[in-house]
């Protein structure tokens, strides 16, 4: 069953999925558009259309969205940080009308799948380490309960060891709660092996789609995206965003 439709890419309900891209891509932007935060002055859409669950949401705002359903944790954490962790984490069921006892629980929660943040709980956030604060915003998101969660570049600026420990909580989320993901990323390798589904996105198209486990054999995405050649070496991410991709792609 689809969650989530955007035009040609499509989300079924209960996966991991993956938009892959360099910068520039479109694939923030396409985030964006699905959450409702493209404003008039940046652009809006004028082609295509964003259903979800069945409804259409294409230039809808980012409240309605959220309420629906969807919610995006973005790129910069972007938490509140003279708030604690759990003031911050308490924010994110603002929008909720569940419940005291349910909302509780959810909160609880957040500390059994990022027990890291129970040690801070009652820190300021702004103190915390970037690997902490992309735990405190994905816990805030959550707290909202959505049916689609959507993170942009969450390994963004985190050392390897935090990174792992992002992504092993991104595979739990989904395990545990049953919640849709979908995750741009720029780090190819760590997205393709959480997910179940990738898209690769240049220049605002997806030229590139399958199972996770066949693009991470296909010598393209390799090349181009893991810096890896076909004879096995590595390549420095300059060099491989110099290379000119092959005419199929375009």
């Given amino acids: ?40 002055e940046n652009g809006f859409i004028k082609d ?8 259409d949401i294409t230039n809808r705002l980012g409240t309605y969205v959220v309420t629906k359903g969807a919610v995006m944790v973005p790129e910069g954490r972007r938490i509140f940080k003279h708030l604690t962790v759990d003031e911050n984490i308490r924010v994110g069921s603002i929008t909720r009308k569940d419940g005291t006892q349910k909302i509780k629980a959810d909160h609880d929660r957040m500390y059994d799948l990022f027990p890291r943040l129970l040690k801070v709980k009652t820190r300021v956030a702004g103190y915390c380490s970037g690997g902490e604060q992309q ?74 789609e399958g199972p996770s486990r066949e693009l991470q054999e296909n010598p393209d995405v390799k090349e181009f995206y893991m810096g890896i050649t076909q004879g096995g070496g590595r390549k420095s991410f300059k060099d491989v965003k110099s290379y000119k991709r092959r005419k199929r792609w375009m």
Avoid: C
């Avoid at 079924?12 to 985030?31: F, M, R, S």
């Avoid at 295509?48 to 409804?55: A, E, L, M, T, V």
């Fill in 135 to 208: 735990m405190i915003a994905i816990a805030r998101a959550l707290m909202a309960s959505p049916k689609m969660l959507m993170l942009d570049e969450p390994s963004l600026g985190l050392a390897p060891l935090l990174v792992k420990e992002i992504f092993f909580n991104i595979e739990q989320i989904n395990i545990d709660l049953g919640t849709t993901i979908l995750v741009v990323e720029q780090n190819a390798k760590v997205a393709l092996a959480i997910s179940n589904y990738a898209y690769i996105m240049e220049t605002g198209k997806i030229v590139l």
């Fill in 48 to 55: 295509g259309f964003i259903k979800f669950r069945d409804q």
């Fill in 1 to 40: 069953m689809s969650l989530l439709t955007v035009s040609n890419v499509t989300l079924p309900e209960g996966k991991i999925i993956a938009l892959l891209g360099t910068n520039g891509a479109g694939k923030t932007t396409t985030l964006r558009a699905i959450s409702g935060l493209l404003r008039p």
